[in-house]
Nanobody, 128 residues
């Protein structure tokens, strides 16, 4: 059974930083590419960042240069370092295994969630 547990969210002022973590279990974590997604109230979930099994990364334009995705395969954990946070980054953040769909184009290019499963998420609130 796939389990994804996000943590590390909180409330910060504009310009602040947070580091999110995602603990994964129930599948062969190291074999999968992983991504971070976010959803603000009244909007659709959108891709934020993705990381390949070999460490190659992809970022949505709106976080490029501010966020860094990384992973520790030994700990089955995914991270998202968020710097220079803006009020528009306020959202619930989720992690998920991802794959590439050539028929899809979004903020992360062709990267899209592999499974229709989401953890509880972690809330990030940025005040101006």
């Amino acid at each position: 059974q796939v389990q994804l547990v996000e943590s590390g969210g909180g409330s910060v002022q504009s310009g602040g930083s947070l580091r999110l973590s995602c603990a994964a279990s129930g599948y062969t974590y190291s074999s999968y590419c992983m991504g971070w997604f976010r959803q603000a109230p009244g909007t659709e979930r959108e891709g934020v960042a993705a990381i390949d099994s070999d460490g190659s990364t992809t970022y949505a334009e709106f976080v490029q240069g501010r966020f860094t995705i990384s992973r520790d395969k030994a700990k089955n954990t995914l991270y998202l370092q968020m710097n220079s946070l803006k009020p528009e980054d306020t959202a619930m953040y989720y992690c998920a295994p991802v794959g590439q769909d050539p028929n899809y184009s979004g903020p992360l290019g062709s990267w899209t969630p592999l499974f229709n499963y989401w953890g509880q998420g972690t809330q990030v609130t940025v005040s101006s």
